[in-house]
Nanobody, 127 residues
Framework: QVDLVESGGGSVQTGGSLTLSCVSS?????MAWFRQTPGKEREGVAS???????WYADSVKGRFTVSRDVAKNTLYLQMNALQPEDTGIYYC????????????????????????WGQGTQVTVSS
């Protein structure tokens, strides 16, 4: 089990930007961001694999960027051009998968394969 602590949520207007951070207690291979938006099931947003390119949900491609500072065991999610439909609770998740190449690999199996989760951070985008 890995401890994950998110921060950086807040309230912005449409078109604004926020950067979320997730500090991990250990260096871990696959890390990802999920979100729970009102009236919908929790969904994957982006993932950062141990090798290869990250993965993004279609709804955030071109607007969100996931990155990782390995030295700080920290995962980031830079969110630009935020829209009201981005409102929700954002969760950081982690799983061990050293063989994964590409973020899509990390996401295979969905949230069920991620044993470690943060407490979530609220993002609110107003119109």
């Amino acid at each position: 089990q890995v401890d994950l602590v998110e921060s950086g949520g807040g309230s912005v207007q449409t078109g604004g930007s926020l950067t979320l951070s997730c500090v991990s207690s250990q260096l871990i291979t696959c890390m990802a961001w999920f979100r729970q938006t009102p009236g919908k099931e929790r969904e994957g947003v982006a993932s950062d694999p141990p090798a290869g390119d990250p993965w993004y949900a279609d709804s955030v491609k071109g607007r969100f960027t996931v990155s990782r500072d390995v030295a700080k065991n920290t995962l980031y999610l830079q969110m630009n051009a935020l829209q009201p439909e981005d409102t929700g609770i954002y969760y950081c998740a982690a799983r061990r998968s050293a063989w994964c190449v590409g973020g899509e690999c990390c996401m295979k199996g969905g949230e069920a394969v991620f044993p470690s989760w943060g407490q979530g951070t609220q993002v609110t985008v107003s119109s």
